[in-house]
């Protein structure tokens, strides 16, 4: 097998390691469908079936046999010390054990540099999913109404059997790069039990007993759907991993090191970088887009029907391609990158580093880009990265909540009782959104050149022959808010909120007038109806024949 895969990538210029990778992909797809048609009701053949396949991936083709001793014992880590401390600090004896263990093959990974793919890899997905566990598990062993809504929907309540949560470790399509799914998700996915959760598009009637027997019959038990969309997503990968290996080598970060690159004009040297921020991400748009294309074809992702009726299989998604490339916004660009691994950081950590009942704020964003600094490894460009992108959140933040409110309507939309028309996009908005995105991806393909470049003095160089422009431009905006920036943002938006509440109650004070009149030149005098009145009449002269009566049979 090894002599096939050298063969192979001596003739296409690849490394042998990547292109094993490649084909644990492709083969999870058909695999895939092995193990979505295992028998339900028989849900160890599943777990079973998972724990073989990542095996066979790890000993049979990357021949990882010490790094499959290292998740394993990780694993089996995780189970036991999650079944049996029931103390508080249970989560955080996991974190701890697991991201230490994660360090050590960081360490040695650096030591002995390797273009061999060894198991770092997959021992960080490992890492989010173990740590989530044990949170999931604490969680489970809190009282209901004490939890958050995301805490809530993935506590674990029934403690799992070993087979069960070693199925869920070496969840084999994802197991190698991911995505991390929670162990919710991941039974919910064997027993089916996700698919109950959302109401079909053709419900059964309790009216017709043979209609009720020809909907479920034609149901599958996964709906319809899934493998157009696995598809889909196995086509776009391969065109990315296209365009990677056409630019990729083209417009690569290491060229700004090179001594020609300071002699051409800044211009150039700007696009690019704008360049090699693309092509560098479409080498991770392809890998993410095929796992989760294989996960897709076991089942896990399904999120329900569309409108129209179509199935919408994208919870497993681990990006949002349109809002990275067009993001307006750096938030909107975390959100959308590497999305399991956010939230991994923002439920494991973002929210458990402070007090219960408290907010997080700056601090637990900078513990949170450390530890995602410490989860990548201990290249210096990873902390330089992630340290000043902590700096160009703050800088978002701070545009969001002075600079953004200037060019929105002043007001609140209207009651719908004043009669006052909804405000429209303004032409200022529209402008703002683009400026955001332009600058959003500008420094956002500045600050992670040290992310690919690793060497920490490579990476100052790098932004030095960039003339630090993602600086300049970061703490800049930082710097104006601190000098009374935001004091003054924040008196224009005032000013415009006064001048809009005065001139929309004039409008609302004239309508209501307008209103009175209308209602006032409407009105009648009021005639009681002929028929009552009649009806009163005979009434009075039915009584005075009655009394007339009376009174001649007394006499």
């Not at 063969?7 to 492709?26: H, R, Y």
Request: charged share 20%.
């Amino acid at each position: 097998m090894d002599a096939a895969f050298d063969k192979l990538a001596g003739l296409i210029g690849t490394g042998a390691g990547e292109l094993k990778l490649l084909a644990c992909f492709f083969v999870s797809y058909p695999l895939g469908s092995v193990f979505v048609r295992l028998p339900k009701d028989k849900p160890y053949l599943k777990h079973a079936f998972s724990v073989v396949v990542a095996a066979f991936f790890l000993l049979k083709v990357l021949k990882l046999y010490s790094g499959t001793t290292v998740v394993l014992l990780d694993s089996l880590f995780t189970y036991y010390v999650a079944k049996y401390m029931k103390s508080d600090k249970m989560p955080v004896v996991v974190f701890v054990a697991i991201m230490g263990h994660l360090l050590v093959s960081h360490v040695y990974r650096m030591q002995y540099p390797s273009d061999v793919v060894e198991i770092s890899g997959a021992q960080m997905v490992l890492t989010m999913k173990l740590t989530t566990f044990a949170w999931n598990v604490h969680d489970g062993r809190q009282p209901a109404e004490s939890l958050d809504k995301a805490p809530l929907e993935t506590r674990v309540t029934e403690f799992p059997s070993l087979l069960t949560f070693l199925g869920y470790s070496f969840y084999f399509p994802a197991f190698l790069i991911g995505p991390a799914c929670t162990y919710s998700d991941y039974i919910a996915m064997v027993d089916e039990t996700v698919y109950e959760e959302f109401k079909p598009p053709t419900p059964l009637s309790s009216d017709n007993e043979d209609d009720n027997a020809k909907t479920r019959k034609s149901r599958k038990r996964v709906p319809k759907g899934r493998k157009r969309v696995a598809y889909q997503k196995m086509i776009w990968g391969l065109v990315n991993f296209g365009l990677f290996a056409v630019f990729g080598s083209t417009y690569n970060y290491l060229h700004i090191l090179e001594d020609w690159w300071p002699r051409t004009p800044f211009w150039y040297r700007f696009l690019f970088t704008q360049a090699c921020g693309f092509f560098a991400r479409t080498k991770y748009y392809g890998a993410w887009l095929l796992t989760e294309g294989a996960c897709i074809f076991t089942g896990l992702g399904f999120n329900g029907w569309t409108p129209d009726g179509r199935t919408k299989w994208d919870k497993a998604a681990n990006l949002d391609i349109p809002n990275i490339e067009l993001a307006p916004s750096f938030k909107v660009l975390l959100d959308s990158w590497n999305i399991h691994t956010n939230t991994w950081l923002r439920n494991c950590v973002y929210k458990r580093v402070v007090p219960k009942g408290q907010k997080p704020g700056f601090v637990a964003s900078q513990v949170t880009f450390l530890t995602s600094a410490l989860w990548h490894g201990f290249y210096g460009g990873y902390y330089l990265t992630f340290f000043v992108g902590g700096f160009f959140s703050a800088a978002a933040k701070q545009s969001r909540a002075y600079l953004r409110p200037l060019v929105l309507p002043p007001l609140l939309p209207p009651k719908p009782d004043t009669k006052l028309p909804l405000p429209e996009p303004t032409f200022v908005k529209t402008l703002y959104d683009w400026a955001g995105t332009a600058v959003t991806i500008m420094i956002l393909n500045y600050i992670v050149a040290p992310f690919l470049i690793l060497n920490f003095w490579d990476s100052i160089e790098a932004w030095r022959r960039l003339n630090w422009y993602g600086h300049w431009m970061i703490f800049s905006w930082l710097a104006i808010g601190t000098l009374g920036g935001k004091t003054w943002l924040k008196k224009i938006s005032k000013q415009r909120i006064a001048q809009a509440s005065a001139k929309q109650a004039a409008e609302v004070k004239e309508i209501r007038t307008e209103s009175k009149k209308e209602r006032k030149d409407t009105e009648v005098t009021y005639i009681p109806p002929v028929d009552e009145a009649v009806k009163e009449v005979e009434a009075k002269v039915y009584q005075a024949v009655k009394q007339a009566e009376k009174k001649l049979q007394s006499t």
